[in-house]
T-cell receptor
């Protein structure tokens, strides 16, 4: 079955630094990737939708200059949290859909902790 | 307002008992996904339903999507401690691929 990986699975960084999270589709071409954020005890919140080769579409309230998304290839999308602050600490999850079906495959998530 | 209502919010059952979790939308669901999350871990995909009336089973877990494609239920038969976790439904309501999620149901199974 389709597999989506995320790296790193956990990251701890100091306030003010930038962190890059990678989302890869391992055995299919992901034309669209989604980035979600999960707050404690809450459901997932869609942050942005990215299509390969084009600019990401951000949801209302999500700062595009803070959460940089790049979808440079059909198998890789990256989310960079710039100038991270403790309130950015969260669980970030990506998902991907391919060209064959609409099924959305989720990555295992990345736990970000900003000190 | 929450477009995807999930109930109950939490559930405590005795081992061996059956249970049902519901996921309801006021809009047509183009795709309904059920996930399980163990604390601190990523989501585990359980099942996806797309057609009205569709039903899928995996081991002791059965998920159904109603004919109107606005409600789904997840049924666990003879629950085990290994079933404990947070169950999350996600739905595509705009047929554009991105999902919205319910708030999750925290399931505890007492031995």
């Amino acid at each position: 079955g389709a597999v989506v990986s995320q790296h790193p699975s956990r990251v701890i960084c100091k306030s003010g630094t930038s962190v890059k999270i990678e989302c890869r589709s391992l055995d299919f071409q992901a034309t669209t990737m989604f980035w979600y954020r999960q707050f404690p005890k809450q459901s997932l919140m869609l942050m942005a939708t990215s299509n390969e080769g084009s600019k990401a579409t951000y949801e209302q309230g999500v700062e595009k200059d803070k959460f940089l998304i790049n979808h440079a290839s059909l198998t890789l999308s990256t989310l960079t949290v710039t100038s991270a602050h403790p309130e950015d600490s969260s669980f970030y999850i990506c998902s991907a859909t391919g060209t064959v079906s609409d099924t959305q495959y989720f990555g295992p998530g990345t736990r970000l902790t900003v000190l | 307002s929450q477009e995807l209502e999930q109930s109950p919010q939490s559930l405590i059952v005795q081992e061996g008992k059956n249970l049902t979790i519901n996921c309801t939308s006021s809009k047509t669901l183009y795709g309904l996904y059920w996930y399980k999350q163990k604390y601190g871990e990523g989501l585990i995909f359980l099942m996806m339903l797309q057609k009205g009336g569709e039903e899928k089973s995996h081991e002791k877990i059965t998920a159904k999507l109603d004919e109107k494609k606005q409600q789904s239920s997840l049924h666990i038969t003879a629950s085990q401690p290994s079933h404990a976790g947070i169950y999350l439904c996600g739905a595509d309501i705009k047929s554009q691929g991105n999902l919205i999620f319910g708030k999750g149901t925290k399931l505890s199974v007492k031995p």
